[in-house]
């Protein structure tokens, strides 16, 4: 599976788009990229995933980029409620056992 | 929206007794999923069934057992507790159209043995 780099922490003003990026240099032609976040003592919470096309749900955007080496998750209006960490796995679409989560990315939303 | 729940949030039991965790799902989902979750381990696949009465061990089964009688209910059961397996318990459920890796987590019980 690809390995995948976040930044540690980010922070975001409360209303403003938050744009969390994610780089998996390594990754192949059939995985696909996950993203999940995590509220404290929480379970994690499925966000969206892509293979090459950039998606859009209820929660937010996925940019991946031509080359398929970093992908951008997009918080349109992010609010408090959205401070977690966040992680971006890659991983192929069958089925598989272990969900690794990398350190992930801590955003901070604040008012 | 998807609904996944846990019997409990917080849960102390005894070394050797028998502790069972409860969980429920209300989107008809086929396939259900129990992972433990420790701080630098991530999230390991203990058991999980791709539908009724139907249970595959998955990377850490070892005192462990499930039950799968109704398919809205997966059902984790410590055989005999031990402290190595205090840790953040969590339920998933995925419908079988979708993507493997997209379930939908419990809020988790955090099992803690002594």
């Known amino acids: 599976d690809a390995k995948t780099t976040q930044p540690p922490s980010m922070d975001c003003a409360e209303g403003r788009a938050a744009n969390l990026p994610c780089n998996h240099s390594t990754i192949s032609g059939n995985e696909y990229v996950y993203w999940y976040r995590q509220i404290h003592s929480q379970g994690p919470q499925y966000i969206i995933h892509?293979?090459?096309n950039n998606e859009t749900n209820e929660m937010a955007s996925l940019i991946i980029t031509e080359d398929r080496k970093s992908s951008t998750l997009i918080l349109p209006h992010a609010t408090l409620r959205d401070t977690a960490v966040y992680y971006c796995?890659?991983?192929?679409?069958?089925?598989?056992?272990?969900?690794?989560f990398g350190k992930g990315t801590t955003l901070s939303v604040s008012s | 929206d998807v609904k996944v729940t846990q019997s409990s949030r917080y849960l102390v039991k005894r070394t050797g007794e028998k502790v069972f965790l409860e969980c429920v799902q209300d989107?008809?989902?086929?396939?259900m999923f129990w992972y433990r979750q420790d701080p630098g381990l991530g999230l390991r696949l203990i058991y999980f069934?791709?539908?009724?009465?139907?249970?595959e061990k998955g990377d850490i089964p070892e005192g462990y057992s499930v039950s799968r009688e109704k398919k809205e209910r997966f059902s984790l059961i410590l055989e005999s507790a031990s402290t190595n397996q205090t840790s953040m318990y969590l339920c998933?459920?995925?419908?079988?159209?979708?993507?493997?890796?997209?379930?939908?987590f419990g809020p988790g019980t955090r099992l803690t043995v002594t």
């Open positions: 892509g293979l090459k």
């Open positions: 796995i890659v991983r192929k679409a069958q089925a598989g056992t272990a969900l690794i």
């Open positions: 998933a459920s995925r419908a079988p159209d979708r993507g493997y890796y997209e379930q939908y």
């Open positions: 069934s791709y539908d009724v009465k139907m249970k």
């Open positions: 989107m008809d989902h086929e396939n």
